[in-house]
């Protein structure tokens, strides 16, 4: 399975938002955001749409760019959530993020997902 | 097995409290609550007491009402925890919450939890 | 494998912050903080540094001392990270957490964790 996360963390259609102010400028530890990200099958984000990514993130790096990432992904068709938790330090080109378990068909998974950053759009 | 929770937000007895406040009024998204709630053998909350169930819920919908629940359940009599860390769309009539994990008598365990909303009262 | 873990919450040095403040002064019942935790191979916090441990504490207790731990373990020389995600009753003399998932070299690792307080230092 593969698709694209988009973090819209600004503009008028925010699906995230910072609940919690960083207590520092260069790593953001201390911040954290709840998200309610789109998924689509391609890169773009006006392509299709195959789902919604709910949870949160932790900013906890005092050194690097990382945050905590635990969310669950529904996609369109399948009934059931991934459960997503595990470290993304998402300045790296390519990340994995533990997968802690299901429902529905998804049902007792266990597993790791690998992330890669495609780029950032005002 | 088989409990109720009672998730007590209001009243001297609380259970629950809000930490964050939600950032629209319709879903709640970006509320965060901390939970020690009581888990009773029966509906009524005077029911015999069976365990408590700790943790945090995350308001992390902007199109329907649900969070991310996660929490430990202790059951009396049982030794360690049951960890539970899912989606709860909870105006859904039932729903599943996946289970990641466990100590003690509940290590290793990994599955999932058939919940409903039984009713709220004052 | 075994480490201890320095959480130094107060200092110059410190690597945990309080991102939210305790509802009562006995149990901190609804304090969360944010931690970048070292891990070192023996007691001593100036011993062999080992690891991180990053991630969040949520105190979830009204009768208690005890708090959700949820964290991600890197160890040095080792690819990848461990999940811990559980109940930390951290007055307790023994603990166990749940190990919930892994990436790296620790992927789909599932089990738990034994703990155990071995002081605090100013």
Do not use: C, W
Request: cysteine-free; glycine content about 10%.
């Amino acid at each position: 399975i593969r698709f694209y996360l988009h973090d819209q963390f600004t503009g008028s259609n925010r699906t995230s938002a910072v609940v919690l102010p960083p207590l520092n400028n260069e790593t953001l530890f201390g911040q954290v955001a709840i998200i309610d990200d789109k998924l689509t099958k391609e890169s773009p984000i006006n392509s299709k749409l195959v789902g919604r990514a709910k949870g949160f993130l932790v900013l906890d790096s005092l050194s690097s760019s990382s945050f905590l990432q635990s969310m669950t992904v529904e996609l369109e068709g399948r009934k059931g959530t991934i459960v997503f938790h595990g470290q993304n330090p998402f300045t790296e080109s390519q990340r994995e993020i533990a997968i802690v378990g299901g429902t529905g068909e998804f049902r007792n998974v266990q597993g790791y997902a690998l992330t890669s950053s495609v780029g950032s759009e005002p």
